[in-house]
């Protein structure tokens, strides 16, 4: 998720209100996701929107998603909610980040300070992007939402709509909607498949060399961990389970030549076989899928 302003859908009976950010990930919710469910734009909220003005436009809102960069989000969100302190009608926040348990405690802490029975909230990941989402990808399995908590005010019960919102996901895109995984176990998962291939990136950002060897043999993970530089940054730095995961690619990367395509995709199977236990990942992504496809294909040749 990049720099971008926040934007306020409204919504009627059949359709979903969300909140998006301008960046890459804004952009693809509008284009990808809510044009697919008929949700219509009601006012911007750039980050040089006033305080006062801000306020408005939330007070007046049924949701709001938060898709922000990762960086700094807990705190994004934890304002918002000062905001709608005084907020008199049921209002949903999703609040869908890559990194799950520190926006959960902070939020769910801040909700029970607040103390507003209206406000409910909603922490999901969607394991799915502008960069290559389409259904017959061998990887379109990869793509879900990940429900890891709720938070329900006292005069503002989840279940329906999460169900309603989940369906419309299931039909019209074939996303299908999991419960299995609390925010904490969450962030491990995908720190053992999200965050594992986001090592490879950080190789690409660290050594020239190594970044135009993955943009010739694989172009197209190439141009997404490069438009998702910060982001990939932001998920080592910020997720509480990547040391571990650094520290097995790193071990992995330091018993190879560290010159070529096939050093890369070696360390990335050594690591993932010490990390998975040569299991597939419960919260797959499509590049995970991408380079443990490519280690395979190494091996065998």
Same mark, same amino acid.
Request: hydrophobic share 40%; glycine share 6%.
């Given at each position: 998720?990049?720099?971008?302003?926040?934007?306020?859908?409204?919504?009627?009976?059949?359709?979903?209100?969300?909140?998006?950010?301008?960046?890459?990930?804004?952009?693809?919710?509008?284009?990808?996701?809510?044009?697919?469910?008929?949700?219509?734009?009601?006012?911007?909220?750039?980050?040089?929107?006033?305080?006062?003005?801000?306020?408005?436009?939330?007070?007046?809102?049924?949701?709001?998603?938060?898709?922000?960069?990762?960086?700094?989000?807990?705190?994004?969100?934890?304002?918002?909610?000062?905001?709608?302190?005084?907020?008199?009608?049921?209002?949903?926040?999703?609040?869908?980040?890559?990194?799950?348990?520190?926006?959960?405690?902070?939020?769910?802490?801040?909700?029970?300070?607040?103390?507003?029975?209206?406000?409910?909230?909603?922490?999901?990941?969607?394991?799915?992007?502008?960069?290559?989402?389409?259904?017959?990808?061998?990887?379109?399995?990869?793509?879900?939402?990940? #429900?890891?908590?709720?938070? !329900?005010?006292?005069?503002?019960?989840?279940?329906? &709509?999460?169900?309603?919102? +989940? %369906? =419309?996901?299931?039909?019209?895109?074939?996303?299908?909607?999991?419960?299995?995984?609390?925010?904490?176990?969450?962030?491990?998962?995908?720190?053992?498949?999200?965050?594992?291939?986001?090592?490879?990136?950080?190789?690409?950002?660290?050594?020239?060399?190594?970044?135009?060897?993955?943009?010739?043999?694989?172009?197209?993970?190439?141009?997404?961990?490069?438009?998702?530089?910060?982001?990939?940054?932001?998920?080592?730095?910020?997720?509480?389970?990547?040391?571990?995961?650094?520290?097995?690619?790193?071990?992995?990367?330091?018993?190879?030549?560290?010159?070529?395509?096939?050093?890369?995709?070696?360390?990335?199977?050594?690591?993932?076989?010490? #990390?998975?236990?040569?299991? !597939?990942?419960?919260?797959?992504?499509?590049?995970? &899928?991408?380079?443990?496809? +490519? %280690? =395979?294909?190494?091996?065998?040749?």
């Amino acid at each position: 998720m990049c720099f971008g302003f926040v934007l306020l859908l409204s919504m009627d009976k059949k359709s979903l209100a969300i909140v998006g950010a301008n960046g890459e990930f804004g952009q693809f919710l509008q284009h990808d996701i809510l044009s697919g469910l008929g949700v219509s734009i009601l006012e911007p909220i750039e980050r040089d929107t006033s305080r006062e003005s801000r306020g408005v436009i939330l007070e007046k809102s049924r949701h709001v998603v938060i898709a922000t960069p990762l960086a700094g989000y807990a705190e994004v969100a934890c304002d918002l909610i000062y905001h709608l302190r005084h907020c008199d009608h049921h209002t949903t926040l999703w609040l869908i980040p890559s990194v799950q348990a520190g926006v959960w405690r902070a939020v769910s802490a801040t909700l029970e300070i607040v103390g507003n029975p209206y406000i409910s909230a909603v922490f999901v990941h969607p394991m799915y992007g502008p960069n290559g989402f389409r259904e017959t990808e061998p990887e379109a399995r990869t793509f879900q939402n990940v #429900l890891t908590a709720t938070y !329900e005010g006292q005069e503002h019960q989840l279940s329906d &709509e999460v169900s309603e919102i +989940a %369906a =419309l996901f299931r039909s019209r895109f074939n996303i299908a909607t999991t419960t299995s995984f609390a925010p904490d176990e969450h962030d491990r998962v995908t720190a053992y498949s999200q965050g594992l291939s986001y090592c490879v990136g950080r190789l690409m950002f660290d050594h020239p060399e190594l970044d135009s060897i993955v943009r010739e043999r694989m172009s197209d993970l190439h141009h997404s961990f490069s438009a998702n530089h910060d982001l990939i940054l932001d998920f080592l730095r910020i997720n509480s389970y990547m040391p571990q995961v650094i520290a097995a690619f790193q071990d992995a990367w330091r018993h190879t030549k560290q010159t070529n395509y096939e050093d890369i995709v070696k360390a990335f199977a050594q690591a993932d076989a010490s #990390l998975n236990r040569g299991a !597939e990942s419960p919260i797959s992504t499509k590049w995970y &899928e991408k380079l443990r496809a +490519a %280690a =395979l294909d190494e091996h065998r040749s």
